[in-house]
């Protein structure tokens, strides 16, 4: 698979690994796992670290927002739209507290024609974020 095919965002935060933010295959986009961090920095809206890196406190709804826009980013920069996005996984650190808030959200953002989604919960993700999204698109 050619090079040309793969997306690595310049408004999206960097990939915590060897990965691109997305690659197209044929008309379908897929997204690698995107959080709410922000480009250039390793702050995270809505959360408050210990000097160990340990979580004191987030914010889940600033996290849903960021990570919404970091989507966003990496969709549009790859030549696609929000209304085109056709699946998401979602991955939630803590189900019983967050869905509710996450779940509000999700029906703003996609107020219209919403995509299938899967949500599950998880133990941890590899930085110290609440949520992160697995999405897939239409090109």
């Not at 690698?32 to 340990?54: F, H, M, Y």
Request: proline share 7%; hydrophobic share 35%; glycine share 6%.
């Amino acid at each position: 698979m050619s090079d040309q095919n793969v997306h690595h965002s310049n408004k999206a935060p960097e990939p915590v690994g060897h990965y691109p933010h997305a690659r197209r295959v044929g008309n379908l986009l897929f997204l690698s796992g995107i959080g709410p961090r922000e480009r250039g920095t390793k702050k995270i809206p809505g959360v408050e670290l210990d000097e160990a890196g340990n979580i004191i406190s987030y914010d889940i709804e600033t996290q849903c927002r960021s990570v919404f826009n970091n989507v966003r980013a990496v969709v549009e920069g790859a030549g696609s739209k929000w209304e085109n996005i056709i699946d998401v996984t979602v991955y939630l650190t803590n189900m019983k507290d967050d869905f509710p808030t996450y779940n509000r959200l999700w029906a703003e953002y996609f107020s219209e024609n919403p995509p299938c989604r899967t949500t599950l919960e998880i133990n941890c993700l590899p930085t110290p974020i609440a949520i992160e999204l697995k999405v897939m698109a239409v090109v």
